[in-house]
């Protein structure tokens, strides 16, 4: 009960999806002074990621995006160093995959954030 009354109490605290995806990729890349090698993909980047079968991501309607969807989605490949490792995705659709959903995603991610001073 008190976990509910601290959720609803913050609530305006909270991330957006997208924002916790900034903050888990580009963000801690930053932090730990790995920005060139890891944090977005990008050609000559390491990057691991898993391929859903739904964009949970950018939902951005809540009484659609109730949590469940995340809890619902099915993982349809796995993705580590570039090679799939998991699952089956034709190389032609990684690439779509990775643009369609990280590239826009990733772009307004750069452009509504501000650059700290190195």
Known sequence: MALIMAICRY???????????????LDAAYASFQEHEIGSLQVGKKADFVVFDRDFVGCEDEEVCDGSEILEA????????????????????????????????????IRSSVTPLR
């Open 74 to 109: 099915k993982v349809k490949a796995v993705v580590i160093d570039g090679m799939v490792a998991w699952g089956k995705l034709p190389r032609s659709e990684i690439w779509k995959v990775i643009h369609e959903l990280f590239g826009k995603l990733i772009t307004r991610a």
């Open 11 to 25: 609530s305006n605290e909270k991330l957006t999806r997208k924002q916790a995806l900034k903050g888990m990729t």
